[in-house]
T-cell receptor
Framework: AQSVTQLGSHVSVSEGALVLLRCNYS??????LFWYVQYPNQGLQLLLK??????LVKGINGFEAEFKKSETSFHLTKPSAHMSDAAEYFC?????????????FGAGTILRVKS | NAGVTQTPKFQVLKTGQSMTLQCAQD?????MSWYRQDPGMGLRLIHY???????DQGEVPNGYNVSRSTTEDFPLRLLSAAPSQTSVYFC?????????FGQGTRLTVV
């Protein structure tokens, strides 16, 4: 069975500061990994994904994440936070051997950006 | 291009009532799924479908039914609503490794 743990249900940073959102996963097979963002009262939007190519993945809005197999981690970073980054972020995992895209989500991290 | 369309956006039900949440996609994706989102629990998979006529249970299927008669539509039925089904429901359709989500249906059961 797969699972995802997101450390910190709330993270607060100042505008211009580094954003670091943590994600650790558990999977019996090398997984696919995803970060999604959800703005208030909206659906989820894909930020970036790891599908066994380059371990450093760049996404939209200046975000990137690095897959570290030895640490079973896929942390999300952004060098400089903007007010518009305030949202809830979800890390998710899927099994590449399964047809389709059954996602297992973490509990989410709410990012607050202070001016 | 509409993507994934969910209706209604909001719904209040009384305990024991039944209803259907609608989901339609215009991207010709084979794979569709339903999730529920609850505070502090992320999204959990209710049911999914790998194509017309084929459905299967996810992590939290109890109290919900689905069917997939066409590629485009994947409705979710609540058979007898319970307060524990108060949640935000998201439908998604997938191409390869990318899932596209609808805007959600916020359901309250009183």
């Amino acid at each position: 069975a797969q699972s995802v743990t997101q450390l910190g249900s709330h993270v607060s940073v100042s505008e211009g500061a580094l954003v670091l959102l943590r994600c650790n996963y558990s999977s019996s097979v090398p997984p696919y990994l995803f970060w999604y963002v959800q703005y208030p009262n909206q659906g989820l939007q894909l930020l970036l994904k790891y599908t066994s190519a380059a371990t450093l993945v760049k996404g939209i809005n200046g975000f990137e994440a690095e897959f570290k197999k030895s640490e079973t981690s896929f942390h999300l970073t952004k060098p400089s936070a903007h007010m518009s980054d305030a949202a809830e972020y979800f890390c998710a995992v899927s099994d590449p051997l399964e047809y389709g895209n059954k996602l297992v989500f973490g509990a989410g991290t709410i990012l607050r950006v202070k001016s | 291009n509409a993507g994934v369309t969910q209706t209604p956006k909001f719904q209040v039900l009384k305990t024991g009532q039944s209803m259907t949440l609608q989901c339609a996609q215009d991207m010709n994706h084979e794979y569709m799924s339903w999730y529920r989102q609850d505070p502090g629990m992320g999204l959990r998979l209710i049911h999914y479908s790998v194509g017309a006529g084929i459905t299967d249970q996810g992590e939290v299927p109890n109290g919900y039914n689905v069917s997939r008669s066409t590629t485009e539509d994947f409705p979710l039925r609540l058979l007898s609503a319970a307060p524990s089904q108060t949640s935000v429901y998201f439908c998604a359709s997938s191409r390869d490794t990318e899932a596209f989500f609808g805007q959600g249906t916020r359901l309250t059961v009183v």
